[in-house]
């Protein structure tokens, strides 16, 4: 079975837009769990543009099964350490990016990144490199000692949203997701994806996690309209 964690960032981003407590994206995690999701993932930017320390302090005193998403340094290294979450996945940051547009350099910041999982794989908790889907990058992986790789989709999700062939990216993750299975690396996917991009990726057999965030969390607001109006005419009924 493959396993669905749901980035719940973009909740955050919601809350702070009024600066106020709603949404709640320790109440939107819990429901997510409750509706079938495996895991949570948040992405704490060194910005804190939308995830807050103070929420990743409040999941990891939950039993929810918390991916934590953080830039290669020292400083989010301890931060991890200190919040004990069952996962984390490494990412390239840019403060000047909206979304986390490429997988690591794990050729030049190899030294740090393995640093990094090092240590987090000595305090068990699973280690995922989020990558371009690329040989090197696995082989790379595997000398980092990371239990996981991250594929990222961006490109893919784009070529099939804009309605374009997609089958040499496609072949291109698959050929790599079996490369990782066959060194032990557990292969994950994220990144733009929506409905039809899980369903054409989830053919790939060795891809055992996708995390979607965006998508999700957008098409909860529109779908999740009807049971909001109905409460709000309710209430102005009474
Ligand atoms: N995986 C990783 C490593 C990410 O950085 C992101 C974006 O925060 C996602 C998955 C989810 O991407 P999206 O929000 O486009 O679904």
Known sequence: MKRLGVNIDHVATLRNARGG???????????????????????LREDRRHIKDIDLKKLSNTKIPLNLEIACNYKMLKIA???????????????KEITTEGGLNLIKYYKKIKFIVDRLNKKKIRTSLFINPSFKDILYSKRINANCVEIHTGRISNLIKNKKNYLNEFKKIKKCAKYANSLGIEVHAGHGMDYKTTQILSKIKEIKEFNIGHFIIGEAISIGLKNVIKRVKNSIKK
């Open 21 to 43: 407590l709603h949404p709640n994206p320790l109440i939107v995690a819990k429901e997510a769990i409750s509706f079938g999701a495996d895991s949570i993932t948040i992405h």
């Open 81 to 95: 350490l200190k919040n004990n979450p069952k996962f984390v996945c490494l990412v390239p940051e840019k403060r």
